[in-house]
């Protein structure tokens, strides 16, 4: 399997591609793109010796979104990647990615194994830290919005959904680094309020 031509291939089919009115042009691609690293760095962590599936789990990171807002979309890009890359790896590649884009979305509802998992948590990971600050920023901006109205939203509804986010989580490594990201959008937040009233910071 040729990774760096996947890539190219995921960039043609998604990296001018808008599927959501609050994000950016190519926001699927580089979110796939994000999630392909992401899932090596926590492969690492949780399988250090264990190479064996690197590319498959990348293949199918650059794809896990390929079907989004056809919904059930994992369900719908298991078939799609399927066709998109059946010149660019084996019968028995395609199957292995389809089967972990097919399962990317639907967390804790059997057993799955460590790939699945793997691909799941770098999944949801990706959507915490910075990009949740950018995606918020996305939606504030789209919709005319201030600054309060992005930490009015911190206030009321983010805990709720970072909680229910971190409780999905398959492996104790990716709670970790989910609560590391939560620290900096929280140190984060407290920074833009006190900023956002004209404060300063106390660096004495």
Same mark, same amino acid.
């Given at each position: 399997? @040729?990774?760096?031509?996947?890539? #190219? ?25 994000? =999630?392909?690293? $992401? ?14 599936? !690197? ?38 590649? $395609? ?27 770098? !999944? ?8 949740? $600050?950018?995606?918020?920023?996305? /939606? ?13 939203? /911190?206030?009321?509804?983010?805990? #709720? ?6 409780? $999905? ?15 900096? =959008?929280? @140190? ?10 004209? @404060?300063?910071? !106390?660096?004495?």
């Amino acid at each position: 399997m @040729d990774l760096e031509l996947i890539k #190219q291939r995921a960039f043609e089919n998604l990296g001018k591609r808008k599927a959501h009115t609050h994000r950016e042009t190519g926001f699927i691609y580089y979110h796939g793109a994000r =999630v392909a690293n $992401l899932v090596i760095n926590l492969r690492k962590l949780v399988l250090p010796e264990d190479r064996s599936m !690197d590319e498959i789990l990348q293949a199918a990171a650059y794809f896990h979104d390929i079907a989004k807002g056809i919904e059930p979309h994992s369900k719908y890009g298991a078939v799609l990647v399927k066709e998109i890359l059946q010149d660019l790896c084996t019968a028995e590649e $395609l199957e292995q990615i389809a089967e972990l884009i097919s399962c990317h979305a639907h967390r804790k509802i059997r057993k799955y194994n460590s790939y699945e998992m793997l691909l799941q948590d770098a !999944d949801l990971l990706d959507h915490f830290g910075t990009i949740e $600050l950018w995606m918020n920023f996305c /939606y504030s901006a789209i919709d005319d919005k201030n600054i309060d109205f992005s930490l009015y939203y /911190y206030d009321t509804e983010f805990k #709720q959904i970072a909680d229910k986010n971190r409780s $999905l989580l398959n492996f104790g490594v990716s709670e970790k680094i989910f609560d590391e990201k939560l620290q900096f =959008v929280h @140190d984060f937040v407290k920074r833009m309020k006190i900023e956002n009233i004209g @404060d300063i910071v !106390d660096f004495e």
